[in-house]
């Protein structure tokens, strides 16, 4: 018994010296991170590949995302409480000295204990499960938002897409207005044409001008857009985009089906519905006592006044438990619970609305394109150009007007360049469809 008094006080005073030189340290202690996925303060400078398109530049997107950096270390954070949860409470010891009572087996010279609470039974692990259900709803959280960031780096893509297309367009068009510009000069010389198709070719050249004007500032304004999804410094060079082949998802009803079933925002709901159920499980127990067992020894000196004393040491077990007095406080974390149960149904009913109409108004968006694409490649773009080349020989020789020429060279770019924005419309709406079926 005295051994065992010892090994507690030197083990309560071990506790006590440690906490002390811990509280006493200049410094925290240091949590180790792995470096590898930290993303840095201020955006970093980092090379991408010259034939990066779309899908690999949203893949660098996730990459180098603080915020999505921050969802999944919050997922990791929260993870962390499920083995808190689980685990016991500390035990408690106990040694008292002093003047103690003397019973007729002798003087106590001390009493030492030791007790540990354990909770009503299904309490620790209904916390557990809720804590590991909110951090399954925030990594459901982080793949969510990994859709939509790589959504806004393949629709700005497009748009880097647009500008770039457009200006190789527009300057081709200024060369054929050069060409143009040539003929209606010898036109003039021969005098078979007047000084109003001179202005009128030199004013049609400045609306190119233009047009190239505006279409610099939009593949700027689409690098911008692109650097910032990327963590990028402001101005860093990125791959000129290239003709990128676009494949439609064709079954509509899979794709509603996998939205309502398997979108991480879906995901997310469902698991804080099962958050919230396990929260009500646990408070559906506090209304059971939680026991503490202890175990508890007295030291007992030989030398006690009644001639039976015999010095034997005295063990002896004790059970407590808390009493539940107060219910309304537990009957409030039952409606606590209830209302949060309702209050996510609801928003996972919503969501599951919301992707349909995306998932919906994506696929008819993208299949539109398409069809309008098909046209605009295989007849009207071809038929336009072969008009402006006949109009334009015809011209030359005298049999046709220089108004005929300009509309005609004007349906030709026009057509060019709706081609090129239903391609971008193409690639947005397959963007969005993905995103919204969860398909990455």
């Known amino acids: 018994m005295k051994a065992l008094l010892l090994a507690l006080w030197a083990a309560v005073l071990t506790t006590a010296c440690s906490s002390n030189s811990t509280n006493g340290s200049k410094s925290a202690p240091v949590v180790e991170v792995d470096s590898s996925r930290t993303i840095p303060a201020e955006p970093k400078a980092y090379s991408i590949p010259r034939q990066a398109g779309p899908e690999t530049l949203a893949a660098m997107a996730i990459r180098h995302n603080p915020r999505l950096q921050a969802l999944r270390h919050r997922a990791q954070r929260l993870n962390e409480k499920v083995p808190q949860a689980l685990a016991l409470p500390d035990p408690n010891a106990s040694l008292a000295l002093g003047k103690l009572p003397e019973t007729a087996a002798g003087q106590v010279d001390a009493v030492v204990g030791v007790s540990q609470k354990i909770p009503y039974p299904g309490k620790r692990k209904s916390a557990a499960l809720a804590a590991r259900s909110e951090a399954l709803a925030i990594q459901a959280d982080a793949n969510a938002y990994a859709l939509k960031l790589s959504e806004q780096v393949r629709s700005a893509w497009w748009d880097y897409y647009l500008a ?11 060369e054929l207005l050069q060409v143009a510009e040539e003929t209606v000069e010898a036109q003039v010389a021969a005098s078979q044409s007047g000084q109003a198709d001179q202005l009128r070719v030199a004013n049609e050249i400045t609306k ?3 047009d190239l004007a505006q279409a610099r500032r939009l593949m700027q304004t689409a690098q911008a857009r692109l650097n910032s999804l990327l963590n990028r410094p402001v101005g860093s ?17 899979n794709l509603l089906a996998r939205a309502e079933a398997n979108h991480p925002e879906v995901i997310s709901a469902s698991n804080k519905i099962a958050a919230f159920k396990h929260r009500l499980q646990r408070a559906k127990l506090e209304k059971y006592p939680d026991f503490t067992f202890g175990l508890q020894g007295a030291a007992v000196a030989s030398n006690g006044i009644a001639p039976s004393a015999n010095g034997r040491d005295q063990i002896f077990g004790t059970l407590g438990f808390n009493i539940p007095l107060w219910q309304e406080p537990r009957r409030a974390m039952i409606r606590e619970a209830n209302a949060g149960i309702a209050e996510t149904q609801a928003l996972l009913g919503s969501t599951r609305a919301d992707l349909r109409y995306r998932v919906e108004d994506a696929y008819f968006r993208a299949k539109t394109a398409r069809e309008v694409s098909e046209l605009f490649k295989g007849r009207l773009i071809p038929d336009a150009k072969q008009a402006y080349e006949v109009t334009l020989s015809s011209y030359a020789a005298g049999e046709d007007t220089f108004t005929n020429v300009i509309d005609t060279w004007r349906q030709w770019l026009t057509y060019q360049l709706q081609f090129a924005q239903n391609r971008a419309q193409l690639g947005k709406a397959v963007s969005t469809l993905n995103s919204a079926a969860g398909i990455q």
Do not use: W
């Open 237 to 253: 060079a990125l791959p000129a985009p290239s003709n990128r082949s676009v494949k439609t998802p064709s079954n509509l009803e």
């Open 164 to 174: 770039t297309v457009t200006i190789r367009i527009s300057q081709e068009s200024r």
């Open 208 to 210: 190119v001008d233009r």
